[in-house]
């Protein structure tokens, strides 16, 4: 799903006076669209703010030092010394660019031990690597789902499985967020000799919620589809040492595709599709997101190697990450939050109204901590929300720090009563 407003864009009166007369101008409604500024001008955009340094934990905007609580670095390995070492020796060894297409001039043999590598702790067959998440999802949905086959794909889907549903020419079905009695009912209407694919999300982008997937596998099988699973924020976080939430439900060989991203624990730039050999060959042969399109860097390759052989060797990062994440979800449930429950590292605020969150998200800011602000359409209007996520480096200081700076907003702006007690300390 979008963060952004984008979609606001609304029709626009006035526009037949453009062109010199000549009727519609195409750009009419980028004149029109001046929410953003408006927001600016108010002094609460949140949105494109430069960071100038960071540690990950800890990073400067505008100047000044400030925690960071809305970045998907889950494991904390952006930093990490045998990470930033293998990037900067792949630069050394290969240059700074594959400058062509994984099918043509642009695979190394650095892709290759990754894809093997990934397929044998994903416990798939095999597996190939895209330059982006998004383009994991746009790839594989355009190719694997062509005219008379079907995709039933959650409303709450992240933005490139909507992208990659939109690019293929099979039909679209949307179903109910998580609803299984609604994926049923409407799988049970499409004909039965179709191709089908589900599509979800494995760990939901912004509400951090997981999918059913016990409940999706076992309607899959029953009406003869296929199963596809995005783990952007599942992989390195939940499962068997961050096998992700097929692993997490005991249902790997269930899953038939796994798709995933190298931007969140992975700690660089990427993405991978793993899956059955045959079903891999086939998008290393059709996809057009891989086909005409450069492939990973050779250090942002080299680091994804290094992140996963940390993940192996450091476990307690993940244990770590869990224990953050839940003593967060608590501290602010305890000072009388409106949070989404989960069990992963997203830990989303509800504040409600659009100007709500973005003054909150301003005061919060004001006290030097980043977090993401979701307004509508990412999220239904009225559901307005302050996305922090978490970092399995984040100290407890940060993290008390980060309770306060609520604590004092919430209060501020009456959005949480009297504590009975000394809260943010009973938070820990
Ligand atoms: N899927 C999900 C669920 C995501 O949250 C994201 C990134 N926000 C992506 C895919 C895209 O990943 P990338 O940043 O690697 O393009």
Redesign the pocket.
């Given at each position: 799903m979008p963060v952004g407003f984008a979609t606001r864009a609304a029709p626009i009166a006035g526009r037949i006076e453009t062109l010199g007369g000549l009727g519609l101008d195409l750009f009419d409604k980028c004149r029109a669209f001046t929410r953003p500024q408006e927001i600016q001008a108010a002094g609460l955009y949140p949105y494109f703010k430069p960071i100038e340094a960071s540690d990950g934990t800890r990073v400067v905007i505008e100047g000044r030092e400030r925690i960071m609580a809305g970045s998907?670095n889950y494991l904390g390995l952006t930093v990490h010394p045998d990470v930033k070492a293998a990037a900067i020796d792949a630069v050394q060894k290969y240059g700074t660019s594959c400058t062509g297409s994984r099918y043509l001039n642009g695979t190394l043999d650095l892709h290759v031990e990754l894809e093997q590598q990934l397929a044998a702790f994903l416990n798939k067959e095999a597996c190939v690597l895209l330059s982006?998440?998004?383009q994991t999802?746009l790839g594989l949905l355009q190719t694997i789902a062509s005219k008379g086959d079907f995709i039933l794909s959650d409303k709450e889907n992240?933005s490139?499985i909507v992208v990659g549903t939109q690019a293929s020419y099979a039909t679209t079905v949307r179903y109910r967020h998580n609803d299984m009695r609604d994926l049923e009912n409407k799988l049970s209407k499409l004909p039965e000799d179709a191709g089908k694919l589900i599509v979800s999300?494995g760990v939901f982008?912004m509400s951090g919620a997981l999918v059913n997937l016990p409940a999706l596998v076992d309607i899959a099988r029953r009406y003869g589809a296929r199963i596809a699973l995005?783990d952007?924020?599942g992989t390195g976080v939940i499962g068997e040492g961050g096998r992700g939430t097929a692993s997490h439900f005991g249902l790997v060989a269930e899953t038939d595709i796994i798709t995933g991203?190298?931007?969140k624990s992975f700690a660089s730039?990427?993405?991978f599709i793993a899956g059955d050999r045959e079903v891999i060959s086939y998008l290393k042969h059709n996809a057009a997101a891989l086909i005409f399109s450069a492939s990973m860097t050779p250090a942002s390759t080299a680091t994804v190697i290094a992140a996963l052989k940390v993940m192996q060797q450091e476990p307690e990062r993940i244990a770590r990450l869990k224990q953050v994440a839940e003593r967060m979800r608590r501290g602010f449930m305890e000072m009388g939050f409106r949070v989404i429950d989960g069990e992963t590292a997203i830990v989303p605020v509800v504040i409600g109204e659009d100007e709500a969150t973005f003054r909150f998200w301003q005061a919060l800011y004001k006290r030097g901590v980043f977090v993401n602000c979701v307004i509508s359409p990412a999220v239904p209007r009225g559901m307005s929300l302050i996305r922090t996520s978490y970092i399995a480096t984040h100290s407890d200081e940060e993290l008390d720090l980060i309770l306060e700076a609520f604590y004092q907003t919430g209060r501020e702006m009456g959005l949480i009563g009297q504590p009975s007690g000394t809260l943010v300390a009973s938070a820990g």
């Amino acid at each position: 799903m979008p963060v952004g407003f984008a979609t606001r864009a609304a029709p626009i009166a006035g526009r037949i006076e453009t062109l010199g007369g000549l009727g519609l101008d195409l750009f009419d409604k980028c004149r029109a669209f001046t929410r953003p500024q408006e927001i600016q001008a108010a002094g609460l955009y949140p949105y494109f703010k430069p960071i100038e340094a960071s540690d990950g934990t800890r990073v400067v905007i505008e100047g000044r030092e400030r925690i960071m609580a809305g970045s998907n670095n889950y494991l904390g390995l952006t930093v990490h010394p045998d990470v930033k070492a293998a990037a900067i020796d792949a630069v050394q060894k290969y240059g700074t660019s594959c400058t062509g297409s994984r099918y043509l001039n642009g695979t190394l043999d650095l892709h290759v031990e990754l894809e093997q590598q990934l397929a044998a702790f994903l416990n798939k067959e095999a597996c190939v690597l895209l330059s982006t998440g998004f383009q994991t999802n746009l790839g594989l949905l355009q190719t694997i789902a062509s005219k008379g086959d079907f995709i039933l794909s959650d409303k709450e889907n992240h933005s490139s499985i909507v992208v990659g549903t939109q690019a293929s020419y099979a039909t679209t079905v949307r179903y109910r967020h998580n609803d299984m009695r609604d994926l049923e009912n409407k799988l049970s209407k499409l004909p039965e000799d179709a191709g089908k694919l589900i599509v979800s999300d494995g760990v939901f982008s912004m509400s951090g919620a997981l999918v059913n997937l016990p409940a999706l596998v076992d309607i899959a099988r029953r009406y003869g589809a296929r199963i596809a699973l995005d783990d952007a924020h599942g992989t390195g976080v939940i499962g068997e040492g961050g096998r992700g939430t097929a692993s997490h439900f005991g249902l790997v060989a269930e899953t038939d595709i796994i798709t995933g991203t190298f931007s969140k624990s992975f700690a660089s730039l990427g993405g991978f599709i793993a899956g059955d050999r045959e079903v891999i060959s086939y998008l290393k042969h059709n996809a057009a997101a891989l086909i005409f399109s450069a492939s990973m860097t050779p250090a942002s390759t080299a680091t994804v190697i290094a992140a996963l052989k940390v993940m192996q060797q450091e476990p307690e990062r993940i244990a770590r990450l869990k224990q953050v994440a839940e003593r967060m979800r608590r501290g602010f449930m305890e000072m009388g939050f409106r949070v989404i429950d989960g069990e992963t590292a997203i830990v989303p605020v509800v504040i409600g109204e659009d100007e709500a969150t973005f003054r909150f998200w301003q005061a919060l800011y004001k006290r030097g901590v980043f977090v993401n602000c979701v307004i509508s359409p990412a999220v239904p209007r009225g559901m307005s929300l302050i996305r922090t996520s978490y970092i399995a480096t984040h100290s407890d200081e940060e993290l008390d720090l980060i309770l306060e700076a609520f604590y004092q907003t919430g209060r501020e702006m009456g959005l949480i009563g009297q504590p009975s007690g000394t809260l943010v300390a009973s938070a820990g």
